[in-house]
């Protein structure tokens, strides 16, 4: 019997109707238009929001695509790469984000008062899918501001509450990268421990800078003392690292959020980047970094867009304006132990040399071809 190929044979489609431009071009409703003339810049305004709920809804269907794959005790060398595809693709579209606010801003304050009040009580406050972002990052909650609380239980429609409760109810990218963190094989490997060779070349950089400061005759007393002060307190912070008790009671004041075990693996991954091993572990890990740095970047920028727009008046939706966008700038961040990690990074020169069994599971080994002359 003949295999039916009509699955196979494309149906002729247009291009407007393949994009659905007639609903996608007739989704721009001035409101304006309901009061006397319609404001001119009250287009632009929606044009471009809609143009971010767009760009959301790709990023959110990244972050599916990642999460499904870490929500897994294994994740393949090969679909590594395809996670850092992804991620890279939601950083070139941070860019483009972050240039939209480049085009809001051909409006001036004055245009946007053309039509601003009849905004109320409409507001970005109300992106859902912005929020599904925050969510599946890793942002709980219970990490929010006040406010930002208040608009899970007052803003929301119970369709809406239901559908976010649902999703911060499942694993987000941050545990899923802490549970994959904390698998890496590599910082025990037979009788080597790699983390008393790490404290060795610790104390001996420490010691080095002490000695320094202790001996330089260009520093002033007041300013030795000063030093002198802050090598120990960074004596101490190494302490806390290398110490497990110590770093998870830094963890429950809320000073590192992953878990001992993982924070040192991306540690170790980030000290030895150059090995073949740890170079997409490493691509993954400032990924998410920049990831996190390019949304705390927009919404600084977008903050300054609204102080600008607004000067000190309340948003659209209730509330402090640019205040509280400030607010959520620093406290919406999510993998802030990646921006930690820098403070105990040693000089390559510094770094305990790797047992060559180890180097060897690190990289790629060839033996010489029979061929060879």
């Known amino acids: 019997m003949a295999k039916d190929d009509s699955k196979r044979i494309p149906r002729p489609i247009q291009y407007s109707d393949y994009l659905k431009l007639d609903e996608l071009l007739s989704a721009q409703q001035l409101e304006s238009k309901h009061y006397g003339p319609p404001a001119h810049d009250e ?6 929001h809609q ?29 590594m790469g395809q996670i850092i595809g992804w991620l890279s693709r939601i950083t070139v579209i941070q860019r483009v984000l972050l240039q939209q606010i480049d085009v809001i801003e ?34 709980r909650r219970s990490m929010r501001t006040d406010a930002d609380r208040d608009f899970f239980r007052s803003r929301l429609s119970e369709r809406e509450r239901i559908s976010l409760d649902e999703l911060e109810a499942k694993p987000n990218l ?39 400061i202790e001996s330089n005759p260009a520093i002033s007393e007041e300013n030795r003392v000063w030093q002198l002060a802050a090598t120990e307190a960074t004596r101490i912070r190494f302490e806390s690292l290398l110490d497990e008790g110590k770093y998870e009671a830094l963890r429950s004041a809320g000073e590192f959020r992953l878990s001992h075990q993982a924070f040192l693996a991306a540690l170790f991954i980030n000290l030895y980047r150059d090995e073949p091993m740890m170079y997409l572990p490493y691509r993954y890990l400032t990924l998410l970094l920049e990831i996190d740095q390019q949304f705390t970047n927009w919404r600084s920028r977008h903050a300054l867009m609204v102080q600008r727009m607004l000067g000190r008046k309340i948003g659209t939706g209730g509330s ?28 390559r020169s510094s770094l305990p040399e ?20």
């Open 43 to 48: 287009l632009l305004f929606i044009i471009t």
């Open 51 to 79: 143009a971010y709920e767009l760009w959301f809804k790709q990023i959110v269907f990244e972050l599916e695509s990642v999460i499904d794959i870490f929500d897994n005790q294994t994740v393949e060398d090969l679909e």
């Open 106 to 139: 051909t409006m001036t304050p004055l245009d946007f008062l053309d039509f601003r009040d009849l905004l109320v009580p409409a507001s970005g406050f109300q992106s859902i899918q912005f929020k599904k972002i925050e969510i599946m990052m890793g942002i």
């Open 174 to 212: 941050l545990e899923l990268t802490d549970a994959w963190l904390a698998r890496m094989p590599f910082l025990k490997f037979g009788s080597y421990h790699f983390w008393d060779e790490y404290e060795g070349a610790v104390e001996t950089m420490l010691e080095s800078d002490q000695r320094i």
């Open 320 to 347: 402090s304006g640019a205040d509280y966008l400030n607010q959520t700038t620093e406290r919406n961040r999510v993998f802030l132990d990646l921006f930690a990690l820098s403070t105990f990074l040693l000089p």
């Open 354 to 373: 790797l047992p060559s069994e180890l180097k060897q599971a690190l990289g790629f080994h060839f033996s010489k071809s029979a061929h060879t002359k």
